[in-house]
């Protein structure tokens, strides 16, 4: 066995407090620190670990073998400069960056130095996203739907790259390609930046995927739905279930409920109850119920040990945001009455009440 890599890990808040138990935990880690600017929490982290604490992430630069970053985006690239500058392979939590250039930056600099950058896009380790993509075929249609309460964290961005960013990557995980045409709209509902984003993709091979996210509801759902010719899948990211819908031998030789009414062979009332049987066969899969952060932490130590490619990698993330900042120029750009003198952008609601001077110096934007 070879010998365990040095790793630490930089902001441990509460996601990269979880990194850290994680790594503490695998056998092939030494987890050797955690830098943090807030101490109480930071040295909490580190005795809980079993590793050193620091309030300087630079002084880790001699003594890792990697670090997974999970500080506030607007810092994503100022941190993973300094790593990966330093032929540091680097697990940097989504979104990869604030803006597609700096993501660049980052995606060129681990190409340069030949090391691994991976982006934490979690749900691709989410088994039963891995399950739907398993069943599904070349997708024609593609509908998410992610709502939570507003939890006053990741306030320095907006939803797109909070929620909608996760959607995002999956969607072009499904259809491996890039959409050619972007529409979408966003409201802010309590200030600050956009918190509901309704977003449409259109692909090259004909697949249109629609994605709503909503960071201030009373509950929690992450969702997606995947049409293809081979049927259409419905699963439930929390809950680990896909229910899968496809046409039987009944329905794929002609024998189709409607025209059986309509020749009357059949009573409607004696068809109802064999659509979902006869025609269309119903299944449902229950997805492992392993962890994801734990599976995504595990395959980016293993990328950096084979010296590979993650399976999220810097690339990714990358094509992600690009798409993320052409639905953040649409909802900036939306205007609500029609014309470009009348209301435009996601704040244009609460500056009906509020007042446009409200909003002047918002540092509410795409780049954000």
Known sequence: ??????????????????????????????????????????????????????NDFRTLLKSVDAVSIVVPTVMHRTIGEVFLSHSVPVLMEKPLTA???????????????NVPLQVGHIERFNPSF?????????????????????AFRSMDIGVVHDLMIHDIELCLSLTQEMPIEVDAFGVSLVGGREDVVQARLTFPNGCIADLTVNRVTPGATRTIQCWSEKGCAITDLTARTTKTFSPTTMMQTGSLPFEIAQ???????????????????????????SDALTAELT??????????????????????LRVAEAILDCVHNHEWDGTADGRVGPNALLASYLGDSHFENSSDSAAA
């Open 1 to 54: 066995m070879n010998n365990p890599l040095n790793v630490a890990v930089v902001g441990v808040g509460a996601l990269g407090r979880h990194h850290a138990r994680i790594l503490s935990q695998l056998d092939n880690v030494n987890l050797v620190a955690v830098a943090e600017p807030n101490e109480e929490q930071g040295r909490a982290v580190a005795e809980s670990c079993g590793c050193e604490w620091t």
């Open 99 to 113: 803006t597609v250039a700096d993501g660049e930056v980052l995606v060129r600099l681990a190409q340069e130095h």
């Open 130 to 150: 891995q399950q739907l993509s398993e069943w599904t075929d070349e997708p024609k249609y593609i509908r998410t739907e992610r709502v939570s309460p507003y």
């Open 263 to 289: 020749s009357r062979q059949e009573t409607i009332e004696t068809l109802k109850p064999k659509v979902f049987g006869t025609f269309i066969e119903q299944n449902e899969l229950q997805a492992a119920d």
């Open 299 to 320: 395959s980016f130590i293993d990328a950096v040990e084979h010296r590979r490619q993650p399976v999220v990698s810097g690339s990714h993330g990358l094509a992600a």
